[in-house]
Structures are given as structure tokens and as C-alpha cells.
């Protein structure tokens, strides 16, 4: 592994965490350059919901390329582009009584992000926005300044403004007056300044330590915004897609977001691709205003719609991943009982869950025990204290079985040490 640590910049962070070269990857599992398999419980960060190389999918892309079809088009119209969006509003949109037009972006969630914030201050005509603490949106300048983390900020170089954090709903507390907070700040602003342009959040926060919005909060947030004529932005960059068991993760609150932030399992295969979904009232940028080269990557495009198809026409994927969700949960739960002292407590829904742990650097310890022992998972929270696991949502029962034995007995080992 000499050439990495020679030429690449030492900005680079999951290799660090996982010291080896991977060579192949098939549905849950990655094998790297000695034949060794690894169960993925990692999951491209949440790029990968339908596993690596998905049969299903590849065979619609290789037939794509086969046939000379169009890849790079910027945003010219391509027979590609039209049957994705064909597609997502049949399959996607309409069921679910939604109306959005779609803004594809630069191919990174990020881009997602900074375009959704620009469309909000540019239809308002007002500068501020509200974000939450331990949010995450991205590194590109607009998005870090919604990603209330001090170690990301600093490494801006320069002042972040224009946003203000507020408190994520507290579930560990007697009462949560986050929402109060807000609806306080909001309301002085409209008196004395000037009111936000939008706020913005994750429902289900990923980078943040899996913290799980309950449908009463997100209901009321959604009804102080729309009462005061504030943008309410949904990123469903990492949650969407399935993750949390519906195509989007507000869906269980009954949300109609203003705009909506998607990329990362949208390609369905890896590809970068990005799009936001953007209430149609507020469509207002000029051609040109907002663009980029790489916002026609027709393979992503080709890969969406298969997904599209073959795992969004009815309702049974997403009630496959509520199961699968419930056997993680009752394991995770178990695992929690088993061992006290980690203080453990469980977070998450679908199939984005994990384990807090109460014992400082404990996440990493059994993250190392198991990548040793074949199992490849994220610690997350602010300080990295949590058992993060997302693994692919097409997983079979047994590979699920398989990757929580061995996560259990990480657990252990790293307790022991």
C-alpha cells in the first residue's frame, strides 16, 4: 500500500479505518487483493443501498453502454434522462400525492445541498438560514456553514455566515423546548431583523449519532415554517432512498417538504448523481444561474430507473426492509443487555441503526474488532460514539444474522481488551 501513503493527500479517512486494498465487490460483501470477504455494514456511506453490483442493475447498464447510448450530455435532453424522470414521477412522486419539479445538480450531495440553500435565498429574497446541531450537509463552503461541526468549519479557512443553529429535538431530557427555542428565534427575527429564509434539516441525522426526529416534531417544525412563510428543506441525501424503509424518510410524518435534497442511492449503483425536488412555485432560477459539467451522467441516470422498477412499483421492498429492520433491532437491543457496561443505547429505524456507547472511544475499539473478524461498519456521533450500522437493503436474512454475530462478538473482544 506504499503508492497511497506516497502520492495521496493525507486528507483521505476510511482507508484509515479499514487497511486494506479491495479489489471486487458483490452484492453484501467486499473481497479485497488476498481473497479475504468483508460483510458491508457500511454501505458506501449510504451510496450503495441496493448492494455492489446489483445483477439486476448491471445488466440494464451494460446493455446501456453496449448500445453507444449517450453518457455525458450536461443538461441536453437524452432518451436516459427522460426515462428516469418518467419513471420517478409514475413511480415515486404521483403515489405519494407529491408535485415537485426536479433541478439536477452537481453529481455530489453536497451540491445538493449548496443548490437548495442558493434557490431558498434567491425566491425569499432573505439571507439566513436555520440549521441543527449535529447536522450534516456537506464540505463545500454554503454546506458547511449548515454543518454546525467545528473541526469541518475550521478547516473553511474563512467565516461561515447567513445561519443559525438551533437544538435538535432532545429525547434524553424531561421535556424538549427545542421547537419552542425555535419558534422564539423565528418570531424576534420577524420583529426585529428580518425572518430566515428557510431552515434545513435531516430527519434522521446520520453523521450526527443516529438521531431519530419523532413524527410529533417534525409535524409542528413543518407547521412553524409554513405558518411564517419559511422554506422547509428536507436533506435526504443519506436517509432517503429506502434507508429508513419508505423511498423518503419523512414520509412517515406526512411531510411535504418545500424542497428536498437527494443524491448518494439515487444512482442505485455508485454513480455519482443529484437532483433536488423543488416545490414548483419556486422554480424561479434563469437559465444558467445555477449549472454544472457533470449534472448529465446518463449511466446514473440509466441505473435510477432500473432501481426504479425493480424494487419501488409496490410497497414490498419497503415493508422487506421494516422486517429487517426488526431483527436488527431486537439484536442490537439484545446485545445492549448483554453487555451493561457499555451503556448502551439503541437509535435508529429501517435499516439505519446502531448503539451508543456510553464508554469513551468504545465505537472505534469494536469497529477495529471487526474488521479483523470480517465485518466493516462507520463509528459515528460527534465524538464517535456510536455503533453505526447500515448495511446494504437488499441484504439476505443470513448475511444480516451473519454481520450481527459477528458485531457481537466485537463487542466483546473489545471490551475485554
Not at 415537485?100 to 455530489?108: E, I, L, W
Not at 451540491?111 to 425566491?123: F, H, I, M, P, T
Not at 435508529?348 to 441503526?353: D, S
Request: aromatic share 8%; net charge negative; hydrophobic share 40%.
Amino acid at each position: 500500500m506504499n503508492i497511497f501513503t506516497k502520492l495521496e493527500s493525507e486528507v483521505r479517512s476510511y482507508c484509515r479505518l479499514f487497511p486494506t486494498v479491495f479489489t471486487k465487490a458483490v452484492g453484501d460483501t467486499l473481497i479485497d487483493e488476498s481473497g479475504r470477504t468483508y460483510i458491508d455494514f457500511l454501505a458506501g456511506a449510504g451510496a450503495l443501498n441496493y448492494g455492489h453490483n446489483n445483477p439486476k442493475l448491471k445488466k440494464r447498464l451494460l446493455e446501456y453502454i453496449e448500445s453507444d447510448a449517450i453518457t455525458h450530455s450536461l443538461d441536453m435532453f437524452t432518451s436516459a434522462k427522460q426515462q428516469f424522470l418518467e419513471r420517478f414521477e409514475e413511480v415515486i412522486l404521483i403515489p405519494r400525492g407529491l408535485n415537485y419539479k426536479v433541478m439536477f445538480t452537481g453529481p455530489t450531495g453536497t451540491n445538493s445541498a449548496e443548490a437548495a440553500l442558493k434557490l431558498a435565498r434567491k425566491v425569499t429574497g432573505r439571507k439566513t438560514v436555520i440549521c441543527f446541531t449535529k447536522g450534516y450537509h456537506g464540505h463545500t463552503l454554503g454546506a458547511l456553514a449548515v454543518t454546525p461541526n467545528p473541526t469541518y468549519q475550521k478547516a473553511a479557512g474563512i467565516p461561515l455566515g447567513h445561519v443559525l443553529t438551533v437544538p435538535f429535538e432532545d429525547k434524553n431530557g424531561t421535556k424538549d423546548d427545542s421547537l419552542d427555542y425555535l419558534e422564539k428565534l423565528v418570531d424576534d427575527l420577524s420583529l426585529n431583523q428580518e425572518k430566515p429564509a428557510a431552515v434545513i434539516l435531516e430527519t434522521v441525522q446520520s453523521e450526527g449519532g443516529i438521531n431519530v426526529a419523532s413524527v410529533p416534531w417534525l409535524q409542528r417544525l413543518a407547521q412553524i415554517t409554513q405558518e411564517r412563510e419559511i422554506l422547509l428543506i428536507v436533506d435526504d441525501i443519506k436517509v432517503g432512498c429506502g434507508r429508513t424503509g419508505p423511498f423518503f424518510s419523512f414520509e412517515r410524518a406526512g411531510l411535504k417538504p418545500d424542497l428536498v435534497c437527494l443524491a448518494k442511492s439515487l444512482s442505485a449503483y455508485g454513480n455519482p448523481m443529484a437532483v433536488v425536488l423543488i416545490r414548483p412555485d419556486l422554480d424561479c432560477l434563469k437559465p444558467g444561474e445555477h449549472t454544472g459539467t457533470f449534472r448529465g451522467n446518463n449511466l446514473a441516470f440509466v441505473t435510477a430507473t432500473a432501481a426504479l422498477d425493480e424494487y419501488w412499483e409496490t410497497d414490498t421492498f419497503a415493508q422487506e426492509i421494516a422486517d429487517k429492520g426488526e431483527v436488527m433491532k431486537k439484536r442490537l437491543k439484545d446485545m445492549i443487555a448483554r453487555y451493561p457496561e457499555v451503556g448502551g443505547e439503541h437509535r435508529g429505524l429501517g435499516l439505519i441503526q446502531g448503539i451508543a456507547c456510553e464508554q469513551k472511544g468504545l465505537a472505534k475499539k469494536v469497529s477495529n474488532e471487526a474488521f479483523k473478524r470480517g465485518l466493516i461498519f462507520e463509528p459515528m456521533g460527534v465524538n464517535k460514539e456510536v455503533i453505526n450500522l447500515q448495511s446494504t437493503l437488499t441484504i439476505d436474512p443470513d448475511t444480516l444474522t451473519q454481520g450481527l454475530d459477528i458485531l457481537e462478538e466485537s463487542i466483546g473482544a473489545a471490551l475485554s481488551n
